[in-house]
Nanobody, 125 residues
């Protein structure tokens, strides 16, 4: 049984930092591209960042560039999202996702096999 379990979400003031973690089990982690997506109230789920399984190529949505960093530790079956300079508009439920594809394809929300349950990030102004 595949599980993606996110953690690290919290309430933080604008300008603060958080590190989200996603622990994966039950899948060949090192063969999957991994990604972070988010969904704010009343909005559709959107791409934040993805990372490939081998070369660790990364993609970021424009608003995340320069502030967020996605990384993965294949030995720990874990993907991370370091978020710095948080803004109120970053408030959302953040979801981890996995797909047997490229980071580029995953960033288009295609070929996603698994989703986590989400972790809430709230940024106060």
């Amino acid at each position: 049984q595949v599980q993606l379990v996110e953690s690290g979400g919290s309430l933080v003031q604008a300008g603060g930092s958080l590190r989200l973690s996603c622990a994966a089990s039950g899948l060949p982690f090192s063969s999957y591209a991994m990604g972070w997506f988010r969904q704010a109230p009343g909005k559709e789920r959107e791409f934040v960042a993805t990372i490939s399984w081998g070369t660790k190529t990364t993609y970021y949505t424009e608003s995340a560039k320069g502030r967020f960093t996605i990384s993965r530790d294949n030995a720990k079956n874990t993907v991370y999202l370091q978020m710095n300079g948080l803004k109120p508009e970053d408030t959302a439920v953040y979801y981890c996702a996995a797909g047997p594809t490229t980071a580029r394809t995953l960033s288009l929300m295609r070929q996603i096999d698994y989703w986590g349950q989400g972790t809430q990030v709230t940024v106060s102004s």
